[in-house]
């Protein structure tokens, strides 16, 4: 299916991810857009409806899902993204449009006429939905990612995960927000197109973790 990719994801130990780094290092190519230490911060602000179908049909198992957020990096509101992440059973698809800090703003305050005459069809999309599905800010999702690559392979580590339920103070340095997962978890992301490459497989081989249906929205949705 056109841009759709594989995403395979597993919950993963520190002691585990170590060992792994050290693998991914020595094997692969580090994100370009990281900082010194090889991490760099994400914080996405997701939307749901008003029967919270984001929520539920993922709780439910529906194998055609879609969710808005509006996400950016390192607390740098010169490049925002309002995105939106399509999922058909395990194949997955992202869009995005540029937003500027304005623009972000406005949605935050519900002021989303001026989406409706876009140039953008994302943004004229997310102004259908938002008017006919209702939708509403539902949690803000912060984590720390270090990033791999590797040909079409993306792989990513992601620690620290903290939900901040129905806020919208999504620019603020310290929001209020709560840790998801334990200090010592982590969630390990495989993204490709078509196979594995031999070289990743091999990389891969040693993990002692278990595949499972993960999603970062409904682990920090759970603290209600």
């Known amino acids: 299916?056109?841009?759709?990719?594989?995403?395979?994801?597993?919950?993963?130990?520190?002691?585990?991810?170590?060992?792994?780094?050290?693998r991914l290092r020595a094997g692969l190519?580090?994100?370009?857009?990281?900082g010194e230490d090889g991490r760099y911060f994400i914080r996405s602000l997701y939307f749901d409806d008003y029967l919270q179908s984001g929520?539920?049909?993922?709780?439910?198992?529906?194998?055609?899902?879609?969710?808005?957020?509006?996400?950016?990096?390192?607390?740098?509101d010169r490049f925002i993204r309002l995105e939106l992440k399509q999922?058909?059973?395990?194949?997955?698809?992202?869009?995005?449009?540029?937003?500027?800090?304005?623009?972000?703003?406005?949605?935050?305050a519900g002021d989303i006429w001026p989406f409706l005459n876009s140039e953008d069809p994302l943004l004229r999309?997310?102004?259908?939905?938002?008017?006919?599905?209702?939708?509403?800010?539902a949690v803000i999702v912060d984590y720390t990612r270090e990033a791999y690559v590797f040909r079409d392979v993306r792989?990513?580590?992601?620690?620290?995960?903290?939900?901040?339920?129905?806020?919208?103070?999504?620019?603020?340095?310290?929001?209020?927000?709560?840790?998801?997962?334990?200090?010592?978890?982590?969630?390990?992301?495989?993204?490709?197109?078509?196979?594995?490459p031999y070289t990743v497989r091999q990389l891969l081989r040693p993990l002692s973790a278990s595949r499972c249906a993960i999603s970062k929205y409904e682990l920090c949705r759970g603290l209600q």
């Open 125 to 137: 999309h997310f102004y259908l939905m938002a008017r006919t599905r209702l939708l509403r800010p």
């Open 55 to 76: 929520l539920l049909d993922k709780i439910e198992g529906v194998e055609k899902r879609e969710k808005f957020r509006i996400r950016f990096y390192d607390m740098d």
């Open 155 to 196: 792989i990513t580590l992601d620690s620290g995960l903290h939900s901040g339920q129905y806020r919208t103070d999504l620019f603020s340095s310290e929001p209020f927000t709560l840790p998801v997962l334990p200090g010592n978890r982590l969630v390990l992301e495989v993204k490709y197109d078509v196979a594995l």
């Open 87 to 108: 999922k058909i059973g395990s194949l997955t698809r992202k869009k995005s449009a540029p937003l500027t800090r304005e623009q972000a703003d406005a949605i935050l």
């Open 29 to 34: 190519g580090r994100d370009g857009h990281a």
């Open 1 to 22: 299916m056109d841009g759709f990719r594989h995403e395979e994801k597993f919950f993963i130990s520190t002691a585990g991810a170590r060992m792994l780094q050290g």
